[in-house]
């Protein structure tokens, strides 16, 4: 009786049929997944006009405009009072790091980003009087967007 409880494959031409092409697949798809990167930055949340419509010109103080809209991220001061500005933005990006590709073959990977995003920036002023009274906001114009674009996303 034998107790030796190894098994033996055959390795055959027919075992290793579909092994080319997985790591084909596998070698390609490595440093495409690996190098690309999508992103989305949000910063603040947008004010919309129901909320500026809680304050009211003359009446509402300091204190109300902080408690609507909440602490500034810039303040700046005039003669005739303060400005309070609130910053808004939504970033989608879309980078591709080609390097990714040479770090297999090279010692240093060198890095080839090509990126593309939609920036939808809001800037929203607030003016306060010289007794700190709210007298009026205004939101301004984001600039306009390059005409040309390289990345076809």
């Given at each position: 009786m034998n107790n030796n409880r190894s098994f033996?494959?055959?390795?055959?031409p027919h075992?290793?049929?579909g092994f080319?092409?997985?790591?084909?697949?596998?070698?390609?798809?490595?440093?495409?997944?690996?190098?690309?990167e999508f992103r989305r930055v949000v910063v603040n949340h947008p004010i919309d006009s129901q909320t500026?419509?809680?304050?009211?010109p003359g009446e509402s103080d300091i204190r109300d405009v902080v408690q609507v809209l909440g602490a500034p991220?810039?303040?700046?001061?005039?003669?005739?009072?303060?400005v309070f500005?609130?910053?808004?933005?939504?970033?989608?990006?879309?980078?591709?790091?080609?390097?990714?590709i040479f770090r297999f073959f090279l010692p240093v990977a060198p890095s080839m980003n090509l990126s593309r995003g939609e920036?939808?920036?809001?800037?929203?002023?607030?003016?306060l009087?010289?007794?700190g009274f709210f007298d009026q906001y205004m939101f301004q114009q984001p600039p306009d967007p390059p005409k040309f674009s390289f990345w076809p996303f």
């Open positions: 033996w494959v055959p390795l055959t075992a290793f049929r080319p092409i997985v790591l084909f697949l596998a070698t390609v798809s490595l440093p495409v997944f690996t190098g690309c500026l419509q809680t304050l009211n991220d810039e303040i700046e001061a005039n003669p005739d009072g303060m500005r609130y910053r808004y933005g939504d970033t989608k990006t879309l980078r591709v790091n080609f390097g990714w920036d939808v920036p809001q800037v929203l002023n607030v003016a009087n010289r007794y």
